[in-house]
C-alpha cells in the first residue's frame, strides 16, 4: 500500500472510514480481495509472491493496512513485510500487546509503517507503528500514511485528507463510489510541493499523484473499508493504462457472525 487516508471516530456509531491506493509492478502476481479462510479468517487481497497482503480484516472487528517507507539505502529485510497485516488479524491479545512484541522485531522487516484497529477492544483501538516510528495510538480525526510518516505532509496525501474531509462533512455521507473517486486522482503535485527523498525530481513527480498510471508500475487496486454496524471492505482493480478491470465488494454485520458478498 502507498497512500492511505482514514477517518477514526471511536465514539460514533461509524467508527473507521478508510480508502488506500496499492501501488506495484504490473507484473506482480495478485489476487483480488477474497476471504483467506471462512469463516474466521482475514478478508484480503494477496501478494502471489510473497504470499501476504496490504489490507486486511475479519468479521471480529479487526483490520491492518501497511505502507512501505520509502528509503533508498534501505536494506532488504529478512521477512515479508506483507505477513504483518496477517499476523495482527491472527494473533490472539491487544493490540497494545501485539504492537510491544514487534517494536522488538520490526528491523527484520524491509522499512513499513503498519496500522493495526480493533473496533471492539475498549470500545475501539487503532495504533502505528513503523521502523522510524515508535507505537502509539491514534487520536481520533483524519489522517493520512503515505511511504513516510503518519501525517507527513505529502501533496498526494493532503489532497486525499481534504477531500475525504470535505465528503465526510457534506450533509449526506459519502457512498462507496465517492470514496472511490477521491482516490482517482491522477493530477500530479507542483513542483515546489514536492517531498525531496533522494529519488530526483522526475520521479518525485511520477510518484505524486494519488493515482499513478503508467505501462510498468503503478496503481494496480484501491480500497475502501467501512467500519460502523455495518462493516463494508470494496476493492477496484486496474490495468496498466489505468482502466477498471474490476470491482469487489463484502459486507457483514459488525456484531454478527454472518457475512454477505
Known sequence: MCLIAFNWQPQQEMKLV???????????PTRAL????????????RDEQAGGTWLAANRAGRFAAITNFRQLDAPVGEYSRGELPLAWIQYAGSAEAFVEILESTKSTYSPFSLLIGDMNENGGSLWLIGTYESAHRIEPGTHALSNHKLDAPWPKAARVVQRLGDHLHASSPPSTGDLFNILNDRQPAPDDELPDTGIGLEMERFLSPPMIVSQRYGTRSASVLQIGPITRMAERSFDSAGNLLGQRQFSWPSTSNKASR
Do not use: Q
Open 18 to 28: 478508510l480508502i488506500a491506493n496499492r501501488d506495484e509492478f504490473h507484473a506482480r
Open 34 to 45: 477474497h476471504w483467506w479462510d471462512w469463516p474466521d479468517g482475514a478478508i484480503a487481497g
